[in-house]
T-cell receptor, first 116, second 111 residues
Framework: NAGVTQTPKFQVLKTGQSMTLQCAQD?????MSWYRQDPGMGLRLIHY???????DQGEVPNGYNVSRSTTEDFPLRLLSAAPSQTSVYFC???????????????FGPGTRLTVT | GNSVTQMEGPVTLSEEAFLTINCTYT??????LFWYVQYPGEGLQLLLK?????DKGSNKGFEATYRKETTSFHLEKGSVQVSDSAVYFC??????????FGAGTRLFVKA
């Protein structure tokens, strides 16, 4: 199993550009989430999905869109990049109710995004 | 609401020193508790977990005991190594999609 994969690893954007951060998991997990990590602020939840076709907002959703057309994929779209979106982005999945019972998160390696 | 509070860092220790990172939580119901570790340039990975009161999670020499009476889940290691230098996150989950993370504690271990 590859686990949770993210692409790209690094990205530089100019203000106003748009892009999609890719995330995929091969563990058949129900739940997937996007977090951003900023110095001194821990992890903040951007959007999450509890299954294919179902998404919802987290703590800091403004400026981001998501979709979940398949169980495996959960892309994050930046609509019009701003310097405040400079951050490290992590995708995570967890199996939810499908057997493990403890809801542990599996994280991807992250995407470092800089917006100039 | 649910929350996790962990001690601020950075924590700087010499190799072979004893480590404690404090974590307390507020939650309704009976959460599962976790410690995640993030090595430089990497994503978070699960270090250990406990799913009910008085459970002890352990891995790689690290331990934490789920204390419901004090709502705590402190991380300990008897003898740290340089390779333990990382950021450690305490977290809880009450049985749904959402995991609540603490702010993280950076550990530096000097040779």
């Amino acid at each position: 199993n590859a686990g949770v994969t993210q692409t790209p690893k690094f990205q530089v954007l100019k203000t106003g550009q748009s892009m999609t951060l890719q995330c995929a998991q091969d563990m058949n997990h129900e739940y997937m989430s996007w977090y951003r990590q900023d110095p001194g602020m821990g992890l903040r939840l951007i959007h999450y999905s509890v299954g294919a076709g179902i998404t919802d907002q987290g703590e800091v959703p403004n400026g981001y869109n998501v979709s979940r057309s398949t169980t495996e994929d959960f892309p994050l779209r930046l609509l019009s990049a701003a310097p405040s979106q400079t951050s490290v982005y992590f995708c995570a999945s967890n199996p939810g109710t499908s057997g493990r019972g403890s809801y542990e998160q599996y994280f991807g390696p992250g995407t470092r995004l800089t917006v100039t | 609401g649910n929350s996790v509070t962990q001690m601020e860092g950075p924590v700087t220790l010499s190799e072979e020193a004893f480590l404690t990172i404090n974590c307390t939580y507020t939650a309704t119901g009976y959460p599962s508790l976790f410690w995640y570790v993030q090595y430089p340039g990497e994503g978070l990975q699960l270090l250990l977990k406990a799913t009910k009161a008085d459970d002890k999670g352990s891995n790689k020499g690290f331990e934490a005991t789920y204390r419901k009476e004090t709502t705590s889940f402190h991380l300990e290691k008897g003898s740290v190594q340089v390779s333990d230098s990382a950021v450690y996150f305490c977290a809880l989950n009450t049985g749904g999609f959402k995991t609540i993370f603490g702010a993280g504690t950076r550990l530096f271990v000097k040779a």
